[in-house]
């Protein structure tokens, strides 16, 4: 489908679903951030739905200005997948042992590692940048500086929430690896930090909402809020990077005898800030819930625990800023999903997938988010489909 278009306040809205379809309260909430005056556009994806300040699945482009709230608290979080030379007919039938053996080596849910992760004993991890990444941290904020050992030993783990390491087989039979995580602990502090900030800042006060709140150019907030930004931008990409390493580590144990290969990895934020251009403006484009999808750009876009993910080709749309969707996106809510399923529910909607099937997961049960195959076919303008994937092991936290 095209985009339909409803008024905003001071921009039109461009919106990759029905607008009818859209709850009340996320539909206000795009209303409001169409009324911030440093916004140059707003396109909406089809797995919009409700989040704090800024709707998930919005993409927002402004002309020097940035809103931490658009961006989310999981800087940086996004995907990776990688195929591999493994078939369907290579996997035993009782997956229980791997998925352990996972579990075993990448902690989940608030787990750290207990030293942190040397990259030069991880085969095909780049060894280099690493002493300057961490030195930059010595800039952050001073506030989350005591937090370097940690974030140390975070590198590397998965986390909870909608979270997820899988092993998904795709239609032809072949095995891919998948993971989706972001920017940990640290990453949470970091923006929490500055959305405080914002909300201080004299030009915000009256804002619609405060969580709206926003850094506009050549100001010191802007200057030290781009800076410690984009060192938790790479924090995720490195942290995705490592646990795909000891994932692909995991699956050559468990194979010895198959010598497994593994194509390029496919990797993508999607909760992050990118400096872009367009019409010849230049341009803050803040993705919250959404992936770039510039013509030839690989994503991953990946359905709930039991239903199935997609890798697409961006097709270069530039009504919606070369974005395309970062998932199903959720129908309801974790408490309404909490009190709307129960164990059972979970056991029959993941039926054939080897995860957990407990109370602790039950606000992730595929009812809870909307149809991925919909998902999909309303944005065929921004993407196309590489690949259909069905996980049979899926990790969470």
Not at 198 to 221: C, E, K, M, W, Y
Not at 233 to 255: G, H, I
Not at 339 to 351: M, N, Y
Not at 386 to 394: I, S
Request: glycine content about 10%; some cysteine; proline content about 5%.
């Amino acid at each position: 489908m095209s985009y339909t278009e409803v008024p905003g306040v001071r921009v039109p809205i461009r919106m990759w679903t029905d607008p009818a379809t859209v709850e009340g309260q996320a539909m206000q909430q795009l209303r409001n951030i169409s009324s911030l005056p440093w916004l140059h556009g707003l396109a909406v994806m089809p797995d919009v739905h409700l989040g704090k300040g800024a709707t998930v699945g919005s993409v927002i482009a402004m002309r020097g200005a940035v809103c931490p709230a658009a961006v989310g608290v999981d800087i940086g979080c996004g995907m990776s997948a990688v195929k591999t030379s493994l078939t369907a007919k290579d996997l035993p039938d009782d997956l229980s042992r791997l998925r352990s053996r996972i579990e075993q080596v990448i902690p989940v849910g608030r787990g750290l590692h207990s030293d942190p992760v040397d990259p030069g004993k991880l085969h095909g991890v780049p060894t280099g940048g690493w002493d300057d990444f961490w030195q930059r941290f010595d800039a952050v904020a001073p506030e989350v500086k005591w937090r370097r050992e940690r974030a140390a030993q975070q590198m590397a783990t998965l986390g909870g929430g909608n979270h997820f390491i899988e092993v998904c087989v795709d239609d032809t039979g072949a095995v891919w690896l998948m993971l989706h995580s972001g920017s940990r602990n640290i990453g949470k502090e970091l923006a929490e930090h500055h959305m405080g900030v914002a909300q201080s800042l004299p030009h915000n006060q009256g804002l619609i909402d405060r969580d709206l709140a926003v850094f506009v150019a050549d100001t010191p907030q802007m200057a030290a809020y781009r800076q410690d930004l984009f060192w938790a931008q790479e924090y995720a990409k490195r942290n995705r990077a490592l646990m795909m390493a000891l994932f692909q580590d995991v699956v050559r144990r468990e194979f010895p005898r198959a010598k497994v290969a593994f194509d390029e990895v496919i990797s993508c934020h999607h909760n992050y800030v990118s400096e872009e251009s367009y019409d010849g403006v230049d341009l803050l484009v803040t993705r919250k819930g959404a992936i770039r999808a510039g013509a030839g750009d690989y994503g991953i876009i990946p359905g709930s625990m039991g239903t199935g993910s997609y890798i697409v080709r961006g097709l270069g749309n530039e009504a919606s800023f070369n974005s395309a969707s970062h998932g199903a996106g959720r129908k309801m809510s974790r408490n309404a999903a909490k009190k709307r399923f129960t164990t059972a529910d979970l056991a029959e909607q993941t039926k054939g997938v080897e995860c957990r099937k407990d109370s602790g997961v039950v606000d992730e049960i595929p009812g809870a988010y909307k149809p991925i195959e919909k998902v999909i076919e309303q944005q065929r303008d921004l993407v196309e489909v590489v690949a259909h994937l069905k996980q049979v092991v899926c990790v969470k936290g």
